[in-house]
């Protein structure tokens, strides 16, 4: 499966606001109940190394670690201010620092106009978590 990116709609072919249950019998995915942080049931699908959160049989955003193409560029492994260079995007807000351990803090980066959140390690794109247009949803 190629990993292609549409902003608030697919990574591949897992779309954003479709039923988990679709997927299920396709792919084998290691089921994660729900945390107290977003309340989110996690199934993490190891071959294509990414992680899809559900809230009620619907997905509510993807994670990937090795693989998200956006316009013919994977922009994992990209240096993030080439990634904003090439294509003319501003994070929202300031910029979240995680603290990994003691040896490791990652930058996170909030891309609302595309519903992307880039984590960063010493700049460099590790994780990119993709998300429904929640604005869209209010309405």
């Known amino acids: 499966m190629i990993m292609y990116f549409i902003p608030f709609d697919c990574i591949g072919d897992f779309v954003l606001k479709s039923k988990i249950s679709n997927y299920t ?5 290691n089921y994660v109940p729900a945390d107290d942080t977003t309340e989110w049931e996690t199934y993490e699908e190891q071959h294509l190394n990414l992680s899809i959160y559900v809230e ?3 997905i509510q955003s993807i994670s990937c670690n090795e693989e998200c193409l956006y316009k013919g560029r994977n922009i994992i492994g990209m240096n993030i201010d080439e990634f904003m260079s ?8 300031k910029v979240d620092k995680l603290y990994i ?5 990652q930058d996170i980066y909030e891309f609302d106009d595309i519903g992307l959140q880039a984590w ?7 994780t990119a978590i993709v998300s429904i247009d929640e604005e869209s949803q209010k309405k």
């Open 86 to 93: 090439f294509y003319n995007i501003e994070p929202v807000g």
């Open 56 to 58: 009620n049989e619907i």
């Open 120 to 126: 960063c390690s010493k700049g460099i794109i590790v």
């Open 25 to 29: 019998k396709d792919f084998q995915f």
């Open 101 to 105: 351990n003691d040896d490791e803090t």
